[in-house]
């Protein structure tokens, strides 16, 4: 398992196939999307997050193997002002 650190769209493809957790906040006081997409900008959205002003959400998927993504794991900011990790295998 592994943790990587995102501040913005990010494509992870490369690095696995399982999302087992994620966690973001939101960082300039505005609302904020991300879509966790299979393999690319406009692969299917698989995990839609809404962060209010402020906000920080998580997710965790268990037992392992977790969440699976045929064509790897694609995190697209849609808007606003994110941080956080996946941490994929």
Same mark, same amino acid.
């Given at each position: 398992?592994?943790?990587?650190?995102?501040?913005?769209?990010?494509?992870?493809?490369?690095?696995?196939?399982?999302?087992?957790?994620?966690?973001?906040?939101?960082?300039?006081?505005?609302?904020?999307?991300?879509?966790?997409? /299979?393999?690319?900008?406009?692969?299917?959205?698989?995990?839609?997050?809404?962060?209010?002003?402020?906000?920080?959400?998580?997710?965790?998927?268990?037992?392992?193997?977790?969440?699976?993504?045929? /064509?790897?794991?694609?995190?697209?900011?849609v808007?606003?002002?994110?941080?956080?990790?996946?941490?994929?295998i």
């Amino acid at each position: 398992m592994a943790y990587y650190p995102v501040t913005a769209t990010t494509d992870l493809t490369t690095k696995g196939k399982r999302l087992l957790s994620w966690h973001f906040e939101e960082t300039a006081a505005a609302t904020a999307q991300v879509l966790i997409r /299979n393999g690319s900008v406009s692969g299917d959205i698989v995990v839609p997050i809404r962060l209010a002003a402020s906000d920080s959400k998580g997710g965790a998927y268990a037992p392992v193997p977790g969440f699976v993504f045929p /064509n790897g794991v694609y995190l697209h900011v849609v808007s606003g002002a994110v941080r956080g990790s996946l941490d994929i295998i």
